[in-house]
């Protein structure tokens, strides 16, 4: 899995730990459950800057809501 969150791919990896007193805690917990249904799932970090077309859609959907 590809992200432009590097907060997202440090935690789903282990290498951050999630706050637990906070307001994603419950999805998080969920998406971790998710995950270990696939036996080769990755998470890698690619920077924004170096992905212009997720840039240009995240963007565009900040600005719609």
């Given at each position: ?35 270990k249904?696939?036996?080769d ?11 212009g077309?997720a ?11």
């Amino acid at each position: 899995l590809y992200s432009d969150s590097e907060m997202l791919t440090l935690q789903m990896t282990g290498k951050k730990q999630v706050d637990r007193g906070g307001s994603y805690v419950e999805t998080f917990l969920k998406c971790k459950q998710l995950a270990k249904q696939f036996t080769d799932l990755k998470f890698l970090h690619i920077p924004r800057e170096e992905n212009g077309e997720a840039n240009l859609l995240a963007s565009k959907g900040v600005k719609n809501g």
